[in-house]
T-cell receptor
Framework: ETGVTQTPRHLVMGMTNKKSLKCEQHLGHNAMYWYKQSAKKPLELMFV???????ENNSVPSRFSPECPNSSHLFLHLHTLQPEDSALYLC??????????????FGPGTRLTVL | AQKVTQAQTEISVVEKEDVTLDCVYE???????LFWYKQPPSGELVFLIR??????QNEISGRYSWNFQKSTSSFNFTITASQVVDSAVYFCALNTGTASKLTFGTGTRLQVTL
């Protein structure tokens, strides 16, 4: 595997379910990101981890819970979601968190539908 | 605060036409980086180019070219002789801080037809 991978690619869940999204990067990067992409809205940065420490949390509801067990893996745990949480969830990584020049490398996303 | 505006929501062209995607940014910082990403139907954003605020030289890469003008705060992207494979959503992004935090525009959907 190369680049950034995400599983599952598609997920349908009820509002009472608990599920997790997984992201893995094979680039040796130190920073990982979760974004939410909804129709007709800019990409929303949700969380950032740098060297396994959370460095950014953009007022995301507590029903989204991130976890970064090591610098290659990132999870997003989901519970009691709402229909408006339906979106494409993108994971990204960059060489480092510090510095405005780092390009981010993105995974293919998980298309989440909440019924 | 920073902002990126991509006023063109959707553009439709016929193959082999040239097309320009507009990007206008706002920032009070003098040091910043601008990016373009391509999002094909498969979903992942693909990095295309990075430009820093001190380098106003235009860049050409094959059929792609970028025009950076600080005087108008614009970083426009031109595809020459467009192809069906260019069909995607294109995002312009800005980073002004000391961290790798991107501010994205809302994207322009490009449809290239035969």
């Amino acid at each position: 595997e190369t680049g950034v991978t995400q599983t599952p690619r598609h997920l349908v869940m009820g509002m009472t379910n608990k599920k997790s999204l997984k992201c893995e990067q094979h680039l040796g990067h130190n920073a990982m990101y979760w974004y939410k992409q909804s129709a007709k809205k800019p990409l929303e940065l949700m969380f950032v981890y740098s060297l396994e420490e959370r460095v950014e949390n953009n007022s995301v509801p507590s029903r989204f819970s991130p976890e970064c067990p090591n610098s290659s893996h990132l999870f997003l745990h989901l519970h009691t979601l709402q229909p408006e949480d339906s979106a494409l969830y993108l994971c990204a990584s960059s060489q480092a968190w510090g510095g405005s020049y780092n390009e981010q490398f993105f995974g293919p996303g998980t298309r989440l539908t909440v019924l | 605060a920073q902002k990126v505006t991509q006023a063109q929501t959707e553009i439709s062209v016929v193959e082999k036409e040239d097309v320009t995607l507009d990007c206008v940014y706002e920032t009070r910082d003098t040091t910043y980086y601008l990016f373009w990403y391509k999002q094909p139907p498969s979903g992942e954003l693909v990095f295309l180019i990075r430009r820093n605020s001190f380098d106003e030289q235009n860049e050409i890469s094959g059929r792609y070219s970028w025009n950076f003008q600080k005087s108008t705060s614009s970083f426009n992207f031109t595809i020459t002789a467009s192809q069906v494979v260019d069909s995607a959503v294109y995002f312009c992004a800005l980073n002004t801080g000391t961290a790798s935090k991107l501010t994205f525009g809302t994207g322009t959907r490009l449809q290239v037809t035969l």
